[in-house]
């Protein structure tokens, strides 16, 4: 009984350690990724057209009445 806990306690510890999680390169991918979306929506949202939208719609909604 107790060959057989070892046995599947070994199966478990060699299925958890064969992946192992991001690298340091996917790490590095991954924030490159996440600083050009940053970028891009940066961009977008101070556009002249988005901002003028943006402030209408705050606007709009300050100057609702209740």
Do not use: H, N
Not at 39 to 56: D, F, G, I
Request: aromatic share 8%; proline share 3%; hydrophobic share 50%.
């Amino acid at each position: 009984m107790a060959q057989r806990i070892r046995s599947w306690v070994r199966g478990m510890v060699r299925r958890a350690r064969s992946d192992g999680g991001m690298t340091t390169s996917e790490y590095a991918v991954g924030t490159i990724a996440a600083c050009a979306f940053a970028a891009v929506l940066y961009k977008v949202v101070t556009s002249p057209p988005v901002m003028s939208a943006l402030q209408s719609l705050l606007k709009d909604a300050l100057d609702a009445k209740f």
